[in-house]
């Protein structure tokens, strides 16, 4: 079941000077059909990491799985296929349904979740020694990454320690995947999520609605993520680093 | 009907040594609906502009309009809607649909396209000196970029000169944006498009449908990227400098 994340080839350089050969290392995209209680729900290009979260990471952020102690049973079949049992109504698929615009592609949003209330955050700070010790981690695990430029990373903190970490060739499902894992109980969302990708509407709704209240990005956030953090409560930080924070919404989350 | 790209807003900056205050540009995302032949199609989240090129460009990436000439006209009304009337088959409509796992959400690709045969691609070829001018262009254009660090730049090249250059907050639409300007009649397909983006499979297979022979990246392609590029024959050059491609397809099409 050891699936390849990445694949060694040759490349050429070329420059008006002349050519040379390369080794380069790609990150392996395929695709995995989502099943939620033997239905498939749709298929998704992902990095093969992470699966078991994934599934139902995926499903949440299609609006079709609310809440942790819903999800029954994971099984993933190496050949493409993500089977997730869960104790949802039949009709629990979202009706208005949005594309999103974002680098990671669980692709769409429901309109109920875009235009609904938000339930209150389970309530977390984080201090910066923390806070570096997370992007540090989270950049130092980040290997594909660094070797193939073409996965984003994103991990979780809570109670002083990562919880957990993924890697995906979609920032959203970077984000799913860590989703996927709270859904399965592993830990609980009050804590910090940190994503190498931008904060657009549908990567920081997927998090306020599993109700993670620090959201953290190395990078921006659009007006619409900004929006909908202001609208949930959600503490916003960009750019961030080791000993930097710039902080969007709710700064109060961030101890000295 | 100037819709504004940009918002500024005031942030904070927290350090472990203290707070300040600092002045950032958010890029504009928002929803619209794009409509074919008045039957809505979809809604995508997008930077509000290029939309007349982005209405067209979306339902090629959907699979609903597939050459020039079937479109016939573009409304944009600008509180949300790109209507598009086409000259296509009712039941134009994919079947099989998987999600995409990039940067920039059209969100799905159909699994004919994905397993079909590609056509065979108008030719086209580049040299060093056009490839530094069409990279120095699309940098210096990508203003929003550079204030907002929220939008992916994409150029098109042909003859000699740049036809067309979108941002967008997904690298799939400024792709898309291009599309729907092929699909307008602006120009021929046979010529180099270069992305801020990564080259995942919806990118390169977009641009491989609409006949895009050089496809070319800042950064990274993934491994199915990769795949369709040397399936549709597409010339697939990564990390692109001005000085500086590294192919991994065809580099034939690449002129010293």
Redesign the interface.
Known sequence: MAIPV??A?E??????E??RR?D?A??????YKVMLNDNEI??????PTGLEEFGPGFLFGQGYIASPGQVVEVWVCPEGKISVYADVPEDSAPK?????????????IS?DM?EGAFKPLDEATIT?PEVREFILEVLNRSKLGQE???VHGCGFWADGKLKAFFE??????AVDKIIGAILLGRFSPAGAIYTT??L???MVLKCARIGIPIVMSR????????AIARKAGVTL???ARP??????NR?DR?A?
């Open positions: 990445k694949l080839l490349t050429v350089v070329m420059t008006p002349g050519s390369k380069e790609l990150a392996v995209e395929i695709p749709g298929a998704s290009m992902v990095l208005e349904v949005i594309i999103t615009s974002g680098c990671g592609g669980t692709g769409k309109k875009l910066f193939t430029h073409c995906d060739v979609g920032r959203h499902n990708g931008r657009t509407s549908d990078t921006a956030p659009s007006s619409l993520g900004l930080a960009a750019y000993d930097r924070l710039n902080v969007f700064p961030i000295g």
